[in-house]
């Protein structure tokens, strides 16, 4: 065993969302979300639950800091419930559910936690989808109005800003697949999606630095690093294609290279675009405003895809790992433990983009061990894929990524999207009859590489 040291300053913390955690989700003037109509919608959620009361921590974040503190971290990422805020969507703000956020913000500073705000993570107010939510580009208006209302509100103490979480699933996996909110399965649609979320974070940006002197704004972007299941020419083009579709599709405007020229050609090959491709879609300046500079990104892995030729038709144009890894190298979500993965995305990322810095906003793994008859949970392949990943990351900032600190998925179990509460993400056991909380074996080993800034490898 060696020690692993990280730089003096690197920040270790822990994420959530609202919609998966918060609750209360008809309490003090909050809007409906799409979430909360789709978790309704028969055959929707596989166990058929909901985020009514998920955690109920809207009504225990007291608590939840406290525990926050007593584990050590350092910063939080959590998200704004935007129908908390706008319950139209626009126009009228809900000064009750604005007022959470600023308790929220306070206890966080006063237990000496920096809070990262997320300002889109998925739960879109009803009334926006209503009149056609991300496909129309009245909605990146709206979100531009929302940023602005609560970096207003939250923007002197708030300095950490991600503008939105996983623009891939908000697009593709919302639109294209149906399987988040609004459950569209139209290619199309998610293509205009993608664009307008992009749009809109490029607008926010200058908003929340307005509103928040001194501000750090990002966006937070899930990556699947891909990699090609043999040397043929057809597996590399897959690769290719599985690549531009997943990572560059987002990553090139963001950093000034327009829509990767490769895809629009299959996406107008495949009839998901129009012949003119983007033309009618982009409209002059979008670009200029999506490519806004920003002084992070923040990097959301899990697993990595193998992909081979043979992945038609597009509808269906998951990952494919074709290397059988053993069970004990899988989570319960079905995802591959690949920890080589970060480091070759980290590094990627900063070779390739060059972001003026990196933050892991989301690392972490699904495993329902519970309380065993001492009340222990002793969730060992959890802190083990956190020690293997943590590691990676390092191997990275060897590497020169400008990696400043990384957030665990999650500090709660909570309400995972269309997996309902059957998985379980948290390094804190939330017992939902109760709402007792017991910290795993991973938050206590957790407790511990946070005091060390290091990690045994
Ligand atoms: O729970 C989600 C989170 O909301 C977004 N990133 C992936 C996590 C695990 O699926």
């Given amino acids: 065993m060696t020690t692993v040291h990280f730089p003096k300053g690197f920040l270790w913390g822990t994420a959530t969302s609202s919609y998966q955690i918060e609750g209360a ?45 007593r584990l050590g971290m350092q910063a939080y990422r959590f998200s704004v419930a935007w129908p908390r805020v706008l319950p139209t969507g626009r126009g009228r703000v809900n000064p009750a559910g604005l007022d959470f956020y600023k308790r929220l913000v306070d206890a966080l500073l006063e237990a000496g936690i920096e809070p990262f705000v997320t300002l889109y993570h998925w739960d879109l107010p009803q009334v926006l989808q209503d009149e056609g939510g991300w ?46 909110a609004p459950g569209l399965k139209d290619f199309r649609a998610a293509l205009l999606a993608s664009h307008h979320v992009l749009l809109s974070h490029g607008w926010a940006v200058p908003v929340i630095r307005a509103a ?17 299941a043999s040397p043929s020419a057809a597996d590399y083009d897959a690769f290719r294609h599985y ?68 992945r038609v038709p597009e509808s269906e144009n998951l990952p494919r ?9 899988w989570t319960e979500m ?23 810095r990196l933050y892991v906003t989301e690392n972490g793994a699904s495993f329902s061990v519970g309380p065993d008859a001492e009340g222990r949970v002793r969730d060992d392949r959890r802190l083990a894929y956190l020690r293997e990943h943590f590691l990676a990351a390092r191997k990275a900032m060897e590497a020169g990524a400008p990696l400043a600190g990384y957030f665990v998925w ?6 995972e999207w269309d997996r309902g509460y059957s998985q379980r993400f948290g390094i804190v056991w939330v017992d939902y009859k109760t709402q007792q909380r017991i910290p795993k074996d991973s938050a206590l080993w957790y407790r511990d590489v946070i005091a060390a800034n290091a990690v045994e490898g």
């Fill in 243 to 310: 690549d531009g579709y997943f990572n560059r599709w987002f990553l090139d405007p963001l950093y000034g290279r327009h829509y990767p020229a490769d895809m629009v050609a299959d996406y107008v090959r495949a009839g998901h675009l129009p012949p003119e491709g983007l033309a009618t879609l982009v409209r002059p300046g979008d670009l200029e405003a999506i490519a806004a500079p920003c002084d992070f990104l923040g990097v959301n892995y899990y697993n990595r895809a193998v992909i081979r030729s043979d």
């Fill in 212 to 228: 928040s002197p001194g501000a750090q704004v990002g966006i937070t972007l899930n990556f699947s690093p891909a990699e090609a």
């Fill in 334 to 356: 079905g995802w591959e433990v690949h920890a080589d993965s970060l480091r070759r995305i980290l590094t990627r990322l900063h070779l390739v983009y060059a972001p003026a």
């Fill in 25 to 69: 989700a008809q309490e003090d003037g909050r809007g409906e979300s799409i979430w909360d109509r789709f978790s309704k919608t028969p055959g929707k959620v596989e166990d058929g639950t909901n985020g009514d009361v998920a955690c109920d921590h809207y009504h225990r974040y007291r608590d939840d800091v406290a525990l926050m503190k």
């Fill in 135 to 180: 496909t129309q580009r009245s909605t990146a208006e709206a979100f531009t109005e929302y940023a602005d209302v609560v970096a207003r509100a939250l923007g002197d103490r708030v300095k950490n800003w991600i503008t939105h979480n996983e623009p891939w699933c908000t697009s593709l996996l919302s639109h294209e697949k149906g399987i988040h």
């Fill in 410 to 415: 999650s500090f709660l179990d909570n309400f």
């Fill in 321 to 329: 790992t074709v290397h059988l890894a053993p069970p004990s190298e």
